[in-house]
């Protein structure tokens, strides 16, 4: 390996390496692709096991995912281990960063939620002032996001409103639930739209990388792939400065090895792809990397109960179903508590609703239980975090993992743009559940902490301006022409859409300049 040269050599494996191989590869590139993980195989690796076989009973194992609130005693194993690759942060503002290193990714664990940027999130600040416009628009953008769609199999309906662009769709032409469109009708006189989901499809029950993208690169017999290759840092040339491989460790026997190519693609996940960007000390020449981290909202929301579904009443015509208030806040009017906005989430259910929804313990609570069994209704925020300087990761000299690689210290905090949008997200939803004649039975205005939504983004952003910003609008490292980061640290702004297809589209756009620059001889 140390003595093989590559065209590219790409870190990390979901949906932005996974696109970057196949577009890569395609073109006629030899890539090396590096994983930090070993390949799942579901047939030989899953087993169904009751929960009083397992060591803690079904329970996350104390200390190694204290902040991956998805995790459990099932799948403890998916999740990296917090005692073995730990971060840092002050106790008064935690974060929960959520990582997977099986090949793939976090590509194979995502909900799928499928949405385009718009220039209300593209040109945010011509608009309200705030922040950095990003230095592409929709229209650069629009045609890539039409590619990805039609690879991941996007269904969703016509009905959007320009801040929730319309896209290269399977049509989804179910029909409302009896409850949904109580709900759609409650919501007129408050100006609110009321849209059908946008959800990748995929195929064969998987909508990731595995199984869309990297056998595309495959069949180009272009790409190498490693797994268990923990990177420790880029290298670099001492004749041109500019980076050409890195040393990386086998997670299993620790051996160390190194390995060359013209040109390096980041796509370890934000936070791993700037950890590795500030141990290397390389494309910092402004002094922004780490800095305007950003992700959603999640967590503060809205409990409901349909009456007419409760006590045994629901049918498939009243109940099922979800939708997605696009962000509506800030679009004509100007709120005068907070910038930009948030989406809400909306499921109609049937089976049971949480016991914490209820006042009661006991038998009264196993009566209220049976009672609204198979009628709940509910709403949960998707807000923008605004990107801010101040929140931002470092290296911690004091931490390392099991590699001996620094650790990343995480500073982010909540300000009061995001505690009064989750506020006004409570409140505008409970005031459609009741006027739609739900039950509205319990809220919850304080949203979770920082890094819970999955959608950290933000600490290489792109912009025109070398001096304050990390990457061109390719993608592209200011400092190094041969130094592409395509996962979501290159986001401006965040918006309040999942960002998986906005990441999906900029690695595909950002690999097809790549390639043509080689073929070029510019890089």
Sequence with gaps: MKNENFDVLIIGSGHAGGMAAKILTEKGLKCLMLNAGPV???????????????????????????????????????????????????????????????????????????????????????????????????????????????????????????????????????PWSESMRR???????????????????????????????????????????????????LTVDKNTGQPNGCHFVDRLSRREMSVKARVIVLAAGTLESTRLLLNSKVGNSSGVIGHYLMDQIYGAGVVCSVPEARNGKATKGLMGGSAIIPRFRNITTKSDKFLRGYALNVTSRTGAIEPRNFAAYGEELQRKLDEYYGSAFQMTIMGEVLGRYENHVRIDKEKVDAWNIPALRVETKYTDNEYNMAKDAVEVGSAVAEAAGFEVLSKNVVPNPPGYSIHEVGTCRMGDDPKRTVLNKWCQSHDHKNLFVVDGSSFTSAGWQNPTMTILALSMRASEYLATEMDKQNI
């Design 183 to 233: 709900f759609i009708e409650a919501s007129k006189p408050f100006n609110i739209p009321v849209c059908k989901q946008r959800r990748a499809l995929g195929r064969d029950g998987l909508a990731s990388s595995v199984n869309l993208l990297l056998p595309d690169a495959e069949k180009t017999g272009k790409l190498t792939s490693i797994a268990n290759a923990v990177v420790r840092e």
């Design 40 to 174: 799942a195989d579901v047939a030989r690796h899953a087993e169904r096991k009751p929960a009083y076989e397992l060591p803690y009973r079904g329970i996350t194992p104390p200390g190694r995912l204290e902040h991956v609130f998805q995790s459990n005693g099932f799948d403890a194993n998916v999740w990296v281990d917090e005692k073995e690759v730990p971060y840092t942060f002050d106790a008064a503002n935690p974060y929960n960063w959520v990582r997977v290193r099986l090949f793939g990714g976090r590509s194979l664990f995502w909900s799928r939620q499928s949405f385009r940027l718009s220039d209300y999130e593209f040109k945010a600040k011509s608009r309200d002032g705030f922040g950095e416009d990003w230095p592409i628009s929709s229209a650069d953008i629009s045609q890539y996001y039409s590619r990805v769609e039609e690879i991941f199999q996007v269904a969703g309906a016509m009905d959007g409103p320009p801040q929730m662009p319309n896209g290269n769709f399977v049509p989804d032409n179910d």
